[in-house]
């Protein structure tokens, strides 16, 4: 089943990876980041959002993209994408 959302956290890795993650990771993985730096004020409506079409296509409402569940290392839940 995938998420109806997924959030770009891209900007936001340490390497610079494609990586979406559904909402509960993704506000998960801001909170992490504020622990290190309080004055940082990301939240989710900042991020890119990406919605489901249909199977593993998504659009952020302009272009569409295939989606990827990464596997180990990276947790369960992390998804790539790429342009169509």
Known sequence: ???KV????SEHTALG???LLPKRQAKKGLASLRKWDPDWKVTLDDL???YHVQGP???D???YY???RLGYPYDPGTYTF???
């Open 61 to 63: 409402g302009k272009n």
């Open 6 to 9: 997924l959030y770009d956290v």
């Open 57 to 59: 296509i998504y659009t």
């Open 1 to 3: 089943m995938w998420p």
């Open 82 to 84: 790429e342009p169509l």
């Open 48 to 50: 890119p959002r990406f």
């Open 17 to 19: 990876e494609r990586m």
């Open 66 to 68: 295939r989606v990827a």
